[in-house]
């Protein structure tokens, strides 16, 4: 069992809101995690995909009220997003007589129609915990190369051997598109949609073009946005937004687009092992999302991110902005060691930030230069995680 460092802010959160939700893509590990906060106390265990169990939540205002002083765990709340309604009223009618906080802990994929829905009926009543695949912080620094890979879904990065890993991931993603998706989302046909999610692969932290990719699928721009809202909802894609600053220079306003997880984007390109990741003119892009991801994952809620392009090419990969006013930025380069352009130091003087990294696939942490440190990606992260 790998312990999660997603676990101390579930429980926390436990401890201020009535309910919790944890919400992840599917495999990601949200079964493994809320079960096992529910086997640490006595509390009641519901997963909705165990017809028995949803049956029971038929009348859930009779259920869960015979269970009002012990916790509920709710699994794959996304199967009956009918029953937020009626915990509003037994979270109410609990707080009227002292049960505030812990009652509650839900967990679901993640989509907008369930988060809206939840939105509306618990608001105030209900904290969102994201649970994301591996990251390096939750591993051997030894792992690192591995983890970028076969991507951070648990039963993918802890398969015997690269070649069963990426028969996971593939039938993962057959999953989503034959199943998951289908029952959360617009009927969109499956070999459309993996047409699509290829095209994002081959194109990993690009600026968003949806012309260029409707003209590819022949469909129109509306319908790639919703395509991409979709995948987004469902945390398999991210949009970074561009940064935007008075430099008085033309700016890319369009986000980036990266396939989230590093192991199903080697899938959905066909790159089984590190040997043809390394030859794959995606390499370099693949090394950005996986950093950024992992970068994320540990960030503080108060951390915006972004990145920085003008049209002359001054460009920073990530620029974390703290609500205390500090920026971080940073270039992420995929070769050791790590070698700036002139546009990142451009760019680099137009945002003026308090911290300056090169990030690297090395270890080594050394200055490059006056103002800016090259760091490794496990070091990077500590960093972040540790920022105040």
């Known amino acids: 069992m790998i312990p999660r460092q997603t676990e101390p802010s579930v429980r926390q959160r436990l401890e201020c809101f009535p ?3 944890v919400l992840g893509p599917r495999q990601v590990g949200k079964t493994t995690l809320v079960r096992g906060i529910a086997d640490s106390q006595d509390s009641v265990y519901l997963d909705l995909e165990n017809p028995h169990h949803l049956r029971r939540l038929s009348d859930p205002v009779r259920h869960l009220s015979i269970h009002a002083q012990r916790p509920v765990v709710i699994d794959e709340v996304q199967r009956a997003p009918e029953l937020f309604a009626p915990l509003r009223g037994i979270i109410d009618e609990g707080m009227r007589r002292g049960l505030t906080a812990g009652r509650f802990l839900l967990s679901g994929s993640a989509s907008g129609a369930l988060l809206n829905q939840s939105g509306e009926s618990l608001a105030g009543r209900i904290a969102y915990i994201e649970l994301n695949p591996f990251g390096v912080l939750e591993l051997p620094p030894t792992d690192g190369d591995r983890l970028w890979l076969r991507g951070g879904f648990p039963p993918s990065f ?11 991931r593939e039938e993962l993603i057959r999953t989503y598109l034959e199943r998951d998706i289908p029952q959360i989302g617009p009927r969109i046909p499956a070999a459309t949609l993996r047409r699509f999610w290829t095209m994002l692969a081959h194109s990993q932290g690009h600026v968003l073009n949806a012309s260029r990719l409707a ?6 721009g509306r319908t790639v946005i919703r395509y991409i809202d979709l995948l987004v909802d469902l945390l398999l894609v991210r949009r970074l937004p561009a940064h935007v600053a008075n430099v008085g220079k033309r700016l890319t306003r369009s986000p980036r687009v990266f396939v989230r997880d590093s192991g199903l984007l080697h899938a959905l390109l066909g790159l089984p ?3 043809a990741l390394l ?3 995606v390499v370099g892009d693949s090394w950005e999302g996986f950093v950024i991801e992992n970068v994320l994952a540990v960030a503080p809620n108060r951390v915006q991110p972004s990145f920085y392009r003008t049209a002359d090419g001054a460009e920073i990969d990530l620029v974390l902005e703290h609500s205390s006013g500090q920026i971080w930025v940073m270039a992420i380069k995929s070769g050791t060691p790590p070698k700036l352009r002139r546009g990142f130091h451009n760019a680099r003087r137009d945002v003026n ?20 440190e090259a760091i490794g990606l496990h070091d990077l992260c500590r960093e972040v995680a540790d920022w105040k």
């Not at 930030?353 to 800016?372: D, I, K, L, M, W």
């Open 353 to 372: 930030p308090t911290r300056a990294f090169a990030v690297h696939r090395g270890t080594e942490r050394y200055p490059v230069e006056a103002s800016v």
């Open 19 to 21: 309910a919790v939700a």
């Open 158 to 168: 802890l398969q015997v051997s690269d070649d069963r890993s990426f028969v996971w």
């Open 215 to 220: 003209r590819a699928l022949s469909v129109s």
């Open 273 to 275: 092992d590190m040997d």
């Open 279 to 281: 030859g794959h003119p």
